[in-house]
């Protein structure tokens, strides 16, 4: 099993004006401690559930494209981008660019968005329900189109492309892997097993019956279960003195025996860095055992 870092905070002690710094040391320590994959919320206010939204929080492709210049292994992905915030060309360009200056470490983490209160006062788009999950299948079309060999035209119900052309491409091939994240049964999962190479569920009871919704809809398109990566989102909170490594080895030790292959989380203090280290040396070596 593999662990990723979830950057969903940015308020550190040292505040805006260190926050360069305090990112750089962040994602260097967690690239050292041997973490797969750093990503970032794409949200533009803090959400409800770590702080008001008054925080401090950066757009996410800025600060991937950041932390890409000071990384060299970990995989690199907005976890997840909200499918209305921007539109489906030009995010496919933002991921190629990405991908390209990462020299291949970018991934397309993607959902169909929920934060109304940030999108209505930013004066972003918030169709309905409905309507944005028609606009995530069309845009996972749109992205997988011009990641391919042709440049025609897209017409879908939401979405019009005269010419596809992506330019330069992506260097990681096909293209870069698309993560979806959401645990909903009849969409959600759904558009997993039609486009994705991985899945994002929560920790949580009823984690197996996720699994075997999503098995289903393999069965339904065609495609082996197997072949989709499974992630779960935790909190990786080894404690101050290292006390909690052993629950958290034996928390992943369960999802790895469901066929969980990452464990993805936030962490709290992670600009202290020491959290970042008794992961590295006790819990990223042993959960690769599993």
Known sequence: MDIGLHIADFTFPSGPAALADDLTRVVVAAEEAGFARVSVMDHLWQISMLGPPEHEMLEAYTTLGYLAARTERVELLAWVTAVTYREPGMLAKLVTTLDVLSKGRAWLGIGAAWNG?????????????????????ETLQICLQMWSDSDASYEGRHYKLGRTLN???????PHPPILIGGGGEKKTLRLVAQYAQACNLFAGPDLEHKLDVL????????????EIEKTVMLGLDPGEKGENVDALLEQLRGL?????SEAHGWMPRVSEITPLEVLGREVIPAAAEF
Request: net charge negative; hydrophobic share 35%.
């Open 117 to 137: 209160e940030e999108a209505t006062g930013l004066g972003l788009p918030f169709p309905p329900t409905a309507e944005r999950f028609e606009r995530l299948e």
């Open 167 to 173: 330019s330069p491409q992506a260097l990681r091939r």
């Open 215 to 226: 098995r289903g809809h393999c069965e339904a398109v065609g495609r082996p279960y197997e």
């Open 256 to 260: 790895a025996a469901l066929g969980i």
